[in-house]
């Protein structure tokens, strides 16, 4: 990537930052409150994570070991 790029990604970086008084919890409640907004919406479709991790399969050394 061009210097130029990385400083444009930057500058909107910080001018996102400062949009939010550079505090992270102010910016995440803006996502939020954005996520809310747009599932009302019914326009976006949105997919939940599911509610427990997913169980990975055992080897058979693993298996023997029990």
Do not use: T, W
């Not at 400062?18 to 505090?23: G, I, Q, T």
């Not at 055992?58 to 023997?64: R, V």
Request: aromatic share 10%.
């Amino acid at each position: 990537m061009a210097d130029y790029e990385i400083d444009e990604i930057r500058r909107i970086r910080q001018e996102i930052s400062a949009r939010f008084d550079h505090d992270v919890n102010k910016l995440c409640e803006y996502y939020r409150k954005l996520e809310e907004e747009y599932r009302k919406s019914g326009k976006y479709k949105f997919v939940d994570p599911p509610d427990e991790k997913p169980k990975v399969a055992k080897s058979k050394k693993e298996e023997a070991a029990d």
